[in-house]
Nanobody, 125 residues
Framework: QSRLVESGGGLVQPGGSLRLSCAAS????????IGWIRQAPGKEREGVAC????????FYADSVKGRFTVSRNDAENTVTLQMNSPTPEDTAVYYC??????????????????WGRGTQVTVSS
């Protein structure tokens, strides 16, 4: 019954913006850290962002720092990834994932127990 569903992916031009959402069904995200992880052909899996259960601690990959923002709305049981000024190098399938605890791992690429199916983001002119 428990699942995560990503939405908001699609085609965006370089320099534009896109917002991805992650919604939980069958359980609440209130006590869990949530990460966004991407996978692109020919590239290694990369943790993009992670937000702790409190919302006061966020972590970002150097490649997206200053451009992407992760936030959570526990009242709506959702987590959002705001993508500003994307480049073609940001093209990937983006997954949201929940940890088993309230804190992000030291390596935000790993440490998650529940995964969504992913949503495709394509950055192109």
């Amino acid at each position: 019954q428990s699942r995560l569903v990503e939405s908001g992916g699609g085609l965006v031009q370089p320099g534009g913006s896109l917002r991805l959402s992650c919604a939980a069904s069958g359980f609440t995200l209130d006590r869990l850290a949530i990460g966004w992880i991407r996978q692109a052909p020919g590239k290694e899996r990369e943790g993009v962002a992670c937000i702790a259960s409190s919302g006061g601690h966020t972590f970002y990959a150097d490649s997206v720092k200053g451009r992407f923002t992760v936030s959570r709305n526990d009242a709506e049981n959702t987590v959002t990834l705001q993508m500003n000024s994307p480049t073609p190098e940001d093209t990937a399938v983006y997954y949201c994932a929940a940890s088993a605890g309230s804190h992000c791992s030291g390596n935000i690429t790993w440490g998650y127990h529940y995964w969504g199916r992913g949503t495709q983001v394509t950055v192109s002119s």
